[in-house]
């Protein structure tokens, strides 16, 4: 009776035949013929022939579930089984993060949590568990999308549920993303929610016997000061942190945690152990999902720029910033927009640093990145000064260093003095650049950040000189050391030529 149904409908050319093995498939010609066709049951028919669907596919298909996880629960959304829904979309959204789908990922979770009922004092611990995994599913699969501030509020409206249940295993990435988040909005390691939440990760480490738990606690600590400082301090936390996570699948990935410790080894200009932890993050990343990869670039082109090696981080940096675009990943576009508007400006760029700067510091306002803005407008000042554009430069500079202070990120402060001092070398003003330098040096050279250091020493120097000051030569003969000293050939030519000695030889010569 049915093949001869679907074959009267195959000759009427409603349906095709779409496969015949491993079974026989028909597909609707056109989806709008599909469209008429449902559109003609009635609403209980619509609901038993999904029910029956959905039912079929768990008994034909008991393993593969996880597979068609998404399949099922738009079968039994339809049908009413709301809950049953859920369940499968959770699924769907796990599934999708195991494969690194974090697009289709987000769209499971959005949908799970359309679905969920209103929170209720009488929630069953079924509903309160199913609420959590929607919610911390959605916020992991949107960790580089969604503003920071969102992520924080929807972690910490099922935290109370989560502590409740005592499920350890649920409580810790709850904790985890919430440090991680705040951070991000500039609170620092010390206060006192990030603390609490720290605190609780490293307690139910011990109490679960888990030390990579630890291990989290430890990244999420280094890598802010990798960012922020202090820098010696971050890279030893990250040292540590890092062997530990490879197997892990958190807030933090693994390759997110290598490049933040190869950023660090490249800020101290330890370049060759820079070398190594990018190396292993792009073989990390090679089996995670696009922001990892994504991740993964940015630290090999911040790795190349803190090199000089400008025309290789560009390209890096540009495709990070396009691919951002094209994914929706708002954390990469706003870390690439600084690390290519960089890159632009030491080229000389300065309409084109402009323009990618200020599209990397509008994005960090609307989605709370606080902890980039500071130093994606003092560059942005720098470049508008470089084109003359004095008025809009000096609005930056004030509300970029506030911004630093209030977050205790005094790398980003020590940038935003050297760029300040660089834009009032810009304007025929060396002299209000001279306290800046200074400034800017020594939070450099207390971390231990040699190749800005020696970028800014250099800077300084040639202030100095400028204005005639006898320490301007010895300024930059400790810049040409440390250029020498690391292998930056290069800028280590440039400052010989300034000094009137090139190709002289090293800085005692």
Not at 285 to 308: M, N, P, T, W, Y
Request: with cysteine.
């Amino acid at each position: 009776m049915t093949d001869a149904q679907l074959d009267t409908l195959e000759a009427k050319g409603l349906i095709r035949l779409a496969a015949s093995m491993p079974e026989i498939e028909y597909l609707f010609r056109h989806w709008l013929v599909q469209d008429a066709a449902y559109g003609s049951l009635l609403k209980q028919e619509r609901r038993e022939l999904h029910r029956s669907v959905g039912e079929s596919l768990e008994a034909l298909y008991p393993d593969r579930a996880k597979e068609l996880a998404a399949v099922l629960a738009i079968h039994f959304a339809e049908a009413g089984e709301t809950d049953k829904a859920l369940d499968y979309l959770v699924s769907a959204g796990q599934y999708a993060l195991e494969r690194n789908a974090v697009v289709e990922a987000l769209a499971a979770f959005d949908r799970a949590a359309e679905l969920l009922p209103p929170p209720s004092p009488d929630d069953t611990p079924d509903v309160r568990r199913r609420r959590i995994d929607v919610v911390a599913g959605g916020v992991r699969a949107g960790w580089t999308i969604r503003p920071t501030g969102d992520l924080v509020r929807a972690l910490e409206s099922v935290l109370p549920d989560a502590e409740a249940l005592g499920d350890l295993e649920r409580v810790a990435p709850i904790h985890l993303g919430i440090a991680m988040a705040r951070m991000q909005l500039g609170e620092r390691s010390t206060d006192p929610a990030v603390r609490r939440s720290l605190d609780r990760v490293a307690e139910i480490g011990d109490a679960l016997h888990d030390p990579s738990l630890r291990a989290l606690q430890l990244a999420v600590v280094g890598m802010t000061q990798v960012f922020a400082g202090p820098l010696r301090e971050g890279v030893a936390s990250l040292e540590e942190a890092v062997p530990l996570m490879d197997q892990r699948q958190d807030f933090i990935g693994a390759a997110f945690a290598r490049g933040a410790l190869a950023i660090g080894y490249a800020r101290l200009g330890e370049f060759e152990r820079a070398e190594a932890a990018a190396e292993h993050t792009r073989e990390l990343a090679k089996g995670g999902d696009v922001i990892a990869q994504l991740d993964a670039v940015i630290a090999e082109a911040i790795l190349r720029s803190e090199q000089g090696r400008l025309e290789t981080a560009r390209p890096m940096a540009e495709a990070c910033l396009l691919q951002g675009e094209e994914t929706g990943a708002t954390a990469c576009i706003v870390a690439s927009s600084w690390v290519l508007g960089d890159i632009y400006q030491r080229e000389g760029r300065f309409e084109d640093a402009r323009r990618t700067l200020q599209r990397g510091t509008d994005l960090a306002l609307i989605v709370d990145r606080k902890f980039w803005r500071p130093s994606l407008q003092a560059w942005l000042g720098t470049s508008a000064a470089a084109i003359g554009d004095h008025d809009t430069a000096a609005g930056t500079w004030e509300e970029a260093l506030e911004t630093a202070h209030s977050i205790d990120n005094r790398y980003g402060e020590a940038g935003i003095l050297w760029k300040r001092a660089e834009a009032a070398v810009t304007r025929g003003e060396p002299s209000a650049a001279l306290a800046d330098f200074a400034a800017s040096a020594a939070i450099l050279e207390e971390f231990g950040a040699r190749p800005s250091l020696a970028r800014v020493l250099r800077g300084w120097g040639e202030a100095l000189v400028a204005l005639g000051k006898a320490e301007g030569e010895a300024t930059l003969r400790r810049a040409l050391a440390l250029f020498e000293e690391m292998g930056l050939e290069p800028e280590a030519w440039a400052v010989r030529a300034r000094l009137g000695a090139e190709g002289a030889g090293s800085a005692g010569s």
